[in-house]
């Protein structure tokens, strides 16, 4: 029988390592990998018969200006793209194209020496590199990185005459041992979805244009060619400093949920005019838009677009991300990261939020049935304290005298969020007493530093709403969980799917409930779940009453433009046909999304 030990190491061993670099642009990507490496080398050697120099002559002039027509159409392509001393680098390629010294030595290696055209360039190339980087001036040390650059230019048109591999037009992460400005792009002039290299600075030309252009890059990561291949599946974060090779499947799919879409950069700008916090609709009322996110480039964007509160940020890649158990110090890190790309958004933090079913041996040792009935969120947190301790440390640390705020999922019942209290006091207490924390300022409580709210999403919860409110901070209506829940409803089963696509009027009820008890005991509440990217489902959650929606920033754009369009009176009365509790929650007022943010 396989231990869950030993099924950790085999899933790890297929996996692939984790490895860090340095970041360059900051960015999200996922992508089979290409490499890029050892051209020039390649090249080294091959010699031909005196009655062939004529003709490689002339390849060697058709290459050069093939050369130098991407090059011009590259120019033209980044035009109002990058800043005009940006683009001089691309003017600086072109002379090398027509420099003297470069195109006398290759000819000279093929008529003196009779060498194949591309171990010709090759030498140049090398011979160049060699003298450049010697000498102590950065500015040489660049142009043998710039002629290196023109170099596999050249010898990529000689491949293409040929007949030989062209680059893939598909979305790749390039992999390759330095950073080069001819590998960034396509030959259409689209850049490469990521860029991964072993060697590297942070001065380069290249870099300056993976800055730039915004693409993913990260430099001097250790290993890199000895641990990935053509093909493989990678995961780069390069906000966090890091590539998986080979990541299982429900890793990939999480990253590929919070990957944003082409054109949404341009669109975040637009966002950034509107009042997100009081976004008015057609009807009169406001709605609270605010984010959710899971990692560095999502906080970005939502801060790209304004919001004013991440209102749940999850926490659960840096933990499954790695086959062990992060450090005090990597989590610490990754929440400063989190409040400094925030750029002053309010942010709230929500628990490790897992079960056993998601296979991590370091997480959950121990093997359900029925995961998500088991020891989820919460529960895995209390009977795994290590854990949640050290979470509560690295928080505490990296908030420091901010305000923070703490979501614990999967809520049942007031003692678990009590005790999560009694724990971080106790964590903060310790601290303290060891200096690494300032005393003052750090209070429990909504009207101290340290807020700590439930996430509803366990149908009993809403049975004694009064109680919680009493002992948590916040509430935050985790959507999907909750219908799945409630619903008894799979959405992996094709044939219950469809009661979880629109809200179920069981579900509509018990968010009227939730409302009606929160505003009675003044708990700020949210909403969020990847159904609210859908506007005709987030509208009609809007007619419980709910009107702070959470969402990822991906959805900022749609559900801003629906909800401006809105009537929110149209969609109360839809929930009201459907329950019988949309009119009574107007008459108690929920339906005034002004006094509600008053209280929240």
Same mark, same amino acid.
């Given at each position: =029988? ?31 990998? %290409? ?5 020039? @080398? ?28 991407? %090059? ?56 160049? @590199? ?33 007949? #030989? ?18 590998? =960034? ?14 060697? #590297?600075? $942070? ?9 730039? =252009? ?27 400093? $890091? ?20 054109? *949404? ?70 929440? @400063? ?25 370091? %997480? ?34 990296? !908030? ?29 207490? $310790? ?21 700590? #709210? ?42 219950? @799917?469809? =009661? ?6 069981? $579900? ?17 509440? !949210? ?30 754009? *749609? ?42």
């Amino acid at each position: =029988m396989q231990t869950s030990e030993t099924a950790g190491e085999a899933v790890a061993a297929a996996q692939g390592p984790v490895l860090r670099g340095i970041q360059v642009a900051a960015g999200l990507v996922v992508g089979p990998a %290409l490499r890029k490496d050892g051209e020039l @080398e390649r090249a080294s050697g091959g010699r031909i018969p005196q009655d062939q120099v004529t003709a490689e002559l002339n390849r060697f002039r058709t290459a050069l200006e093939r050369s130098r027509q991407q %090059l011009l159409e590259l120019r033209g392509h980044l035009e109002g793209k990058v800043s005009k001393d940006e683009a001089r680098v691309l003017d600086t390629h072109l002379l090398y194209l027509k420099d003297s010294a470069f195109v006398n030595d290759v000819e000279k290696q093929i008529l003196e020496h009779g060498l194949r055209l591309d171990a010709a360039v090759s030498k140049v190339v090398s011979d160049f @590199e060699r003298i450049f980087k010697l000498v102590e001036s950065e500015r040489l040390r660049q142009g043998a990185v710039d002629l290196r650059d023109v170099g596999i230019r050249v010898l990529r048109n000689l491949e293409a005459d040929e007949g #030989g591999p062209s680059a893939p037009r598909e979305h790749y992460i390039l992999v390759a041992r330095e950073l080069s400005i001819v590998d =960034m792009f396509h030959l259409d002039g689209a850049h490469v979805a990521g860029i991964v290299v072993e060697e #590297g600075g $942070l001065a380069g030309h290249a870099a300056v244009f993976a800055r730039s =252009m915004g693409i993913p890059t990260l430099i001097g990561v250790k290993g890199l060619l000895d641990a990935v291949q053509d093909g493989d599946a990678l995961l780069l974060d390069a906000g966090e400093g $890091l590539v998986r090779v080979r990541p299982d499947e429900q890793l990939l799919a999480q990253y590929r949920a919070s990957a944003p879409a082409a054109g *949404d950069e341009a669109a975040f700008d637009g966002l950034a005019a509107l009042t997100l916090d009081t976004l008015p609709t057609a009807g009169g009322a406001e709605v609270r838009l605010v984010a959710t996110c899971g990692n560095l480039p999502e906080v970005a964007q939502a801060a790209r677009a304004g919001v004013a509160e991440i209102a749940l940020y999850r926490t659960e890649l840096l933990f499954v991300a790695e086959p062990a158990l992060p450090g005090l110090d990597s989590l610490r890190a990754h929440y @400063e990261a989190v409040y400094a790309q925030a750029r002053g958004a309010r942010v709230t933090f929500r628990l490790l939020s897992v079960d056993s079913g998601i296979g991590a041996a370091h %997480l959950a040792p121990w093997r359900e049935p029925n995961p998500r009935q088991g020891r989820a969120g919460v529960r895995l947190l209390l009977a795994q304290e290590t854990i949640l301790r050290r979470q509560l440390q690295a928080l505490l640390l990296a !908030s420091g005298q901010r305000r923070l705020r703490i979501a614990v999922p999967f809520v049942l019942d007031p003692a678990e969020v009590l005790e999560v209290r009694r724990i971080a006091e106790e964590e903060r207490a $310790l601290l303290v007493g060891q200096g690494l924390l300032a005393e003052s300022g750090l209070e429990f409580g909504s009207s101290g530093s340290v807020e700590v #709210g439930a996430v509803l999403e366990v149908p009993g919860a809403l049975f004694h709403l009064p109680a919680l409110a009493a002992v948590a901070d916040f509430f935050a209506v985790h959507l999907d969980s909750l219908a799945g829940q409630l619903l008894a409803a799979d959405r992996q089963v094709a044939e219950l @799917e469809p =009661m979880l696509r629109t809200p179920h009027p069981a $579900l509509l009820a018990a968010l009227v409930h939730t409302v009606e008890v929160a505003v009675a005991h003044r708990a700020p509440l !949210s909403v969020f779940g990847t159904s609210l990217d859908d506007p005709e489902v987030a509208w009609l959650i809007a007619g419980t009453g709910l009107r702070t929606f959470a969402v990822a920033p991906r959805a900022l754009v *749609d559900l801003a433009r629906s909800f401006a369009e809105a009537d929110l009176g149209e969609a109360e009365a839809a929930v009201a046909a459907q329950t019988g509790a949309g009119a009574r929650s107007r008459r108690r007022g929920t339906g005034n999304g002004r006094a509600r943010r008053a209280r929240g």
